[in-house]
C-alpha cells in the first residue's frame, strides 16, 4: 500500500511540474502581442523580436535631436550579433517634425543616417490617438508617464520585459545607456 501512495505521489509531482513548465512557456510578454506596420507596409509580429534586446525609440526627420539617428545607427551595428535590435517609430507628435510619408520617411532615413535598424509606419504616441503599442508603454509598464518629445527610448530584455526608459537628452551612445545593453545583451 505505501508503495501504491508513493508512486501516485510521484505521478501527482510530475504532472504539476509539468503544467507549471508548460504555464511559463505559454507566458508571453504583452510587448510580443503587437503587430506593426514597417516602413514599406509589412506586418510584423514584435513577437519576431523574442529572444533579443529591444530598443524602441520614437524618431522624427525634423527634430533637433534627429542626429541620435546617428548614434543609433552605431549602437545597432556594435550590438546586432549580440541579439540586440532598434525599433524606430516615426512620430509627428511634437512640433510637427514628422510631415512626411513613410516612403519620405524611409529614404531620409537611408539617405542622411544610412540606418539599417528597423523603422516602422508613422504612429502617434502621445494624446487621445496614440498608438496601442504606446499606450502600452506609457501606462502598462515600470514607466507610467507621457511621451514627451521625440527620441525617448526604451530597453527591454530578452523576454520583452520593459527595464528601463531614457529621456530625449540621454543620447543613445550614454554611458548609462551602453552599460544597460551590455548587461542585457550578456543574459542568457
Not at 69 to 82: F, P, S, T, V
Not at 140 to 151: C, G, L, R, S, Y
Request: charged share 25%.
Amino acid at each position: 500500500m505505501k508503495h501504491i501512495i508513493a508512486i501516485v505521489t510521484a505521478v501527482a509531482l510530475l504532472a504539476t511540474a509539468a503544467t507549471t513548465q508548460t504555464k511559463k512557456e505559454n507566458t508571453m510578454s504583452p510587448l510580443y502581442n503587437f503587430t506593426m506596420k514597417t516602413i514599406d507596409g509589412r506586418d510584423k509580429s514584435l513577437a519576431d523580436y523574442k529572444g533579443k534586446v529591444v530598443m524602441i525609440v520614437n524618431v522624427a526627420s525634423f527634430c533637433g535631436y534627429t542626429p541620435q539617428y546617428k548614434d543609433l545607427e552605431a549602437i545597432y551595428k556594435q550590438y546586432k550579433d549580440k541579439g540586440f535590435v532598434i525599433l524606430g517609430f516615426p512620430a509627428n507628435n511634437f512640433g510637427k517634425q514628422e510631415p512626411g510619408s513613410d516612403k519620405d520617411i524611409a529614404e531620409f532615413c537611408e539617405r542622411n543616417y544610412g540606418v539599417t535598424f528597423d523603422i516602422f509606419s508613422k504612429i502617434s504616441v502621445k494624446g487621445e490617438d496614440i498608438h496601442p503599442l504606446y499606450k502600452y508603454l506609457t501606462t502598462e509598464t515600470d514607466f507610467k508617464e507621457q511621451i514627451a518629445w521625440n527620441f525617448t527610448k526604451f530597453l527591454a530584455d530578452k523576454n520583452g520585459t520593459v527595464v528601463a526608459k531614457y529621456t530625449t537628452r540621454v543620447k543613445p551612445t550614454a554611458q548609462e545607456v551602453i552599460a544597460k545593453i551590455d548587461e542585457l545583451t550578456a543574459q542568457r
